[in-house]
């Protein structure tokens, strides 16, 4: 006979020699004593779990089938120990003991009575005791019972996995989705074993109801716990989930405060944001109006609008930079403010400002214009006379040229270097900050011309003296080279306009007396260019000496002072002819 105990701690899944046997051919062998019950029962004390309640069910079992035992005369109910003895004893009447604990285990349900051959490969049965031959029925019955209630904790955890199945179900359903405890994944680890350990602590903490045994006709127990098959299935799993409670929902006052906090977030973020955006963005002030009172303003040259609008914002026109600058950005007319002092008012919106600078009559200066062939002297009183500065600064300012940024290769002399051209002379500029700013004109001409520095006094020179001479653009560059073509054969220029600026005089006309004056500018006595400019050439006299006429003219007179027309002629003769012409001219124009 083959011997196989499982060693399963919970004992749910003990194993012994009849498993798959029938219990009637067990049953038929026992009380031959040749037939070892085996039992999965510990060996220790049970004090809880699925083993304490499954003994308390066989005390039960056998205390109400002893109860329930009819007297010993009555042969149909008479009652087998549970274990019985040796063979040929006799068997006593009376009520039956009750069994050992051993002996109920792994006992199966058997109630027919009947002693079917046993079968080694029957499998139906796996709780299955195998039969002692001549046992009595009732003892069968109470093996059975034992068999039976290790079949009923076996569906009760089986139930049990049911349950938390549904209740991962139910999860799902309600909307809380179900999380892997780290107890299920201890079960899956450590397998079955544990997991009806487990199953064990759940089953004690839950009341037992409606387990009675329930009694054949023959007097044994034949289910123990009949009526609990009602608590299988996922109908009575589910009234079991009911019964744990109501699951907790949500209640109104924690959604309305949750709705509360959250509005006050989104109010929060909203005004902060704002707040934020203004501390980095802040809105730009700007006065109303057009503004009272008055100031004047400087507007330098070169200054951006941005710039300008600092300079506003600082003598308090308008309040801040923003709105002129937004407002001139949009007007390309904004461009065309000039340098110069403005008359503005006292806290004007920044358009108000603007249309200001816009308006012609609002800039405060004194322009003076410098014509061509002007001497020092005549310069300095064009100056004065249309500005508020005296002339005697104006001389004095002349007197020191160095302090004027006279270049040193004009040899201290400042004729020939105010520039003719416009000038806007500004309130509060002085004489020294306006011939600075001639001087400096004239400098920038020259650069702008490409004249070699090496250059500049003798092209000047020359310029001064075409400017003096020539009526006329087309002139110029003639007297140009009739001014060359004599310096390069050392025949004197004998121009009677250095003669005149030599005696301090003006006009074209020179007297015998006057050409006779010894100073290096009278061209008659000295060959060549005098020292310095006898007046302030304009730009085109200055491209004449560059750009001389091709021509070889010695000689040029003008015959017309008032048409400018000029001869020039390349001999003696021609060039007497034409002075007749002169002469007749002065003759028909008395003190021309």
């Not at 989705?177 to 899956?188: R, S, Y």
Request: aromatic share 4%; glycine share 8%; net charge negative.
């Amino acid at each position: 006979m083959r011997e196989q105990v499982g060693d399963d701690r919970s004992g749910r899944r003990a194993r012994h020699d009849g498993e798959g046997r029938p219990a009637s051919d067990i049953l038929r062998e026992w009380h031959t004593g040749e037939f070892p019950a085996i039992s999965d029962e510990p060996t220790g004390p049970l004090t809880g779990g699925r083993r304490a309640r499954r003994r308390a069910m066989e005390e039960e079992a056998a205390r109400r089938a002893a109860a329930a035992a009819p007297a010993p005369e009555d042969d149909a109910t008479v009652r087998t120990p549970l274990v019985p003895g040796a063979p040929g004893a006799p068997v006593s009447r009376g009520p039956a003991p009750r069994p050992p604990v051993s002996a109920l285990s792994g006992l199966v349900l058997g109630s027919t009575g009947e002693h079917p051959a046993v079968r080694a490969d029957d499998d139906t049965d796996r709780h299955a005791r195998p039969p002692v031959a001549g046992e009595h029925p009732a003892t069968r019955q109470q093996h059975a019972v034992a068999a039976d209630q290790r079949r009923a904790e076996q569906h009760e955890h089986d139930d049990l996995h049911d349950d938390l199945q549904d209740d991962r179900h139910d999860d799902d359903l309600h909307g809380h989705p179900h999380e892997d405890h780290p107890a299920e994944h201890h079960h899956d680890v450590h397998g079955a074993d544990h997991a009806d350990e487990h199953a064990d602590d759940h089953r004690d903490a839950r009341p037992v109801t409606g387990e009675h045994p329930v009694w054949d006709q023959t007097g044994g127990l034949e289910v123990i716990g009949a009526d609990d098959d009602d608590h299988h299935g996922r109908r009575a799993r589910r009234e079991r989930g009911r019964a744990r409670g109501p699951r907790r929902k949500r209640r109104p006052v924690t959604i309305v405060l949750s709705l509360l906090v959250l509005a006050g977030l989104v109010v929060g973020i909203v005004f902060g944001g704002q707040w934020l955006y203004q501390k980095i963005n802040p809105v730009a002030a700007d006065y109303n109006g057009s503004g009272s009172g008055e100031v004047d303003v400087r507007v330098e040259s070169g200054d951006s609008l941005t710039a300008i609008a600092r300079t506003l914002t600082d003598a308090d026109v308008i309040a801040s930079t923003g709105p002129f600058v937004d407002a001139a950005s949009a007007n390309p007319a904004a461009a065309n403010i000039q340098p110069g002092v403005y008359s503005m008012a006292l806290q004007m919106s920044g358009q108000a400002a603007l249309d200001r600078l816009l308006d012609p009559a609002a800039r405060l200066f004194s322009r003076v214009t410098l014509p061509e062939g002007l001497r020092v002297d005549a310069a300095l009183q064009r100056i004065a006379d249309n500005s508020e500065i005296p002339l005697a600064d104006l001389q004095a300012a002349a007197a020191d040229p160095a302090a004027l940024g006279l270049p040193s290769w004009a040899n201290g002399l400042l004729e020939g270097h105010l520039f003719p051209a416009t000038y806007d002379i500004e309130p509060g500029q002085t004489a020294v900050d306006v011939l600075t700013a001639i001087v400096a004109r004239g400098e920038q001409t020259y650069e702008s011309l490409g004249i070699p520095e090496a250059d500049r006094l003798r092209v000047l020179t020359e310029a001064s003296l075409v400017q003096a001479e020539a009526a006329t653009t087309e002139d110029m560059s003639r007297v140009a080279t009739v001014i060359n073509n004599r310096i390069a054969i050392g025949m004197p220029l004998q121009f009677d306009t250095t003669v005149n600026y030599a005696t301090g005089k003006t006009g074209i006309t020179t007297t015998a007396d006057d050409r006779a004056t010894d100073s290096p500018y009278n061209t008659y006595r000295y060959p060549g260019l005098p020292p310095g400019a006898i007046d302030s050439p304009g730009e085109e006299a200055l491209q004449a000496v560059l750009n001389p006429t091709p021509g070889d003219w010695l000689y040029f007179v003008v015959v017309n002072p008032d048409t400018g027309d000029t001869r020039f002629a390349a001999t003696a003769e021609e060039h007497a002819a034409n002075v007749a012409l002169f002469q007749q001219w002065l003759r028909e124009n008395p003190g021309g």
